[in-house]
C-alpha cells in the first residue's frame, strides 16, 4: 500500500513573488492570498484544433476525432508565421498559382511556400481536402523540390537524402535476412535477387531490395509499385484513375526490371502527382514524403511496408515498433 504522507522539503527555503506594486521586486510569500491569479493558457494550434468549438457538433466529444502526430511530427500544426494571417497568407496562396508558370523562379517558389506552411499545414489537418483539389490549390506542392522541403519542414530531417543513405546502409544486411528465409518468401524473391546479383545499377538495387523486403513482410509488391505498359494506352488511363494509392512504371512491350521504364511517378486517389522520376526508390521515398506533407495514412495493405520505411529507414518513432517490424530490426542489428 503506497504511503499516503506528504513529502516534506529538508532546509531552509524560501518562496518569493515579483510585486508590480513595488517595481518588480522580488518579495517573501508568506501566503497565497498575496498571489493575484494569473493562470492563463495560450493561441496554442495543437490545442486550438482539439478543443470542442472547433469540431462539428456531430464530432464535439474530447476523445473524438483527435488530431495529434501519430508518426514523429515535429511540426504537426504550427503557428502562422509572426506578423501573418488568413488574409495575407491566402494573398500569398494566390500569388503562387501565378509565380508557378514563371520559368526559372524556384527561389521565389520556395520561399512563399516556406512562409505559407503553417497556412498550408492547418488545411491539410482541418478540412482533409481531396488530392484533387488541394493539387489545384497548392501545385508546387506537388513538385519534386517541395515534397523534399515540405518533409523537411515537418520532420527536420532530409527526405530523398537520408531515404537513399540508409537504404543502402541496411541493403545488404535486408538481402543476407531475405535470402535466409525459406519457404515461400525464397520462391517469390528468387528472380528479383538473380536480377540483385547481377546488375550493378544503384537504381535497380534498391528496387530490388524494396521489392523484396514487401514480400519478406508478407505483403504483396504489387500493391505498392503498379506495372502498366506502354502500348495499353486505351485501359492506361481509366486503370490510373481507378488507383488509390500507388507507385506507377510504365514500361515498354517485352521489356522487364532491366531495361528503365518510359516512366515512373506517382498516384494518390486516382491522381497523377509526379511523373518522370529518376528511379522506384525515388518515387517510394516521395511517396512516403507525400503521405506525411497530406497527413494520409499508410495504405492498410502495406501497413509493414511503410513502418519499416519510416522507423528503420528514416528512424523515426522507432521506440514503437510492430513485432514483426522489431523482429526485423533485431535481425539486421545482429547481421551486422
Known sequence: MADS?????????????????????FFNLNSTTQLQDLGTIKGCPELVVNSLKSKAATDAF??????????????????????????????????LLTDIRIRNNNRVIADKMAHTFA??????????????????????????????????????????????????????????????????????????????????????????????LIIFLG??????????????????????????????????E????????????IIIEGVEVLNELPSVASACALLLGLLYALNIAYPKPLHFTFEVLQKIIMQLDQHKMSAKVQNLYGRLQSSE
Open 5 to 25: 504522507t506528504p513529502a516534506r522539503l529538508k532546509g531552509d527555503v524560501r518562496l518569493q513573488y515579483m510585486d508590480q506594486d513595488f517595481g518588480n521586486d
Open 62 to 95: 474530447p476523445a473524438k476525432k483527435v488530431k495529434r502526430p501519430k508518426r514523429a511530427e515535429a511540426n504537426f500544426y504550427p503557428s502562422f508565421p509572426t506578423g501573418a494571417n488568413l488574409e495575407s497568407l491566402e494573398k500569398e496562396r494566390l500569388e
Open 119 to 212: 497556412y498550408r499545414r492547418q488545411e491539410v489537418v482541418n478540412q482533409e481536402p481531396r488530392i484533387k483539389d488541394l493539387k489545384d490549390r497548392w501545385p508546387a506542392l506537388f513538385q519534386h523540390k517541395e515534397i523534399n522541403a515540405e518533409f523537411l519542414r515537418i520532420m527536420t530531417i532530409p527526405l530523398e537524402e537520408k531515404f537513399m543513405t540508409q537504404l543502402d546502409i541496411h541493403s545488404s544486411q535486408l538481402i543476407t535476412v531475405i535470402r535466409a528465409k525459406g519457404g515461400s518468401t525464397r520462391q517469390k524473391t528468387a528472380d528479383i535477387m538473380d536480377i540483385f546479383d547481377q546488375t550493378e545499377d544503384i537504381h535497380l538495387r534498391r528496387e530490388c531490395v524494396l521489392r523484396a
Open 219 to 252: 505483403e504483396d509488391p504489387d500493391e505498392l509499385i503498379k506495372e502498366y505498359l506502354d502500348s495499353r494506352t486505351d485501359d492506361l488511363q481509366k486503370e490510373m484513375e481507378e488507383l488509390t494509392m500507388g507507385v506507377f512504371v510504365i514500361r515498354k
Open 254 to 265: 517485352g521489356e522487364g526490371l532491366q531495361e528503365p521504364p518510359a516512366d515512373i511517378g
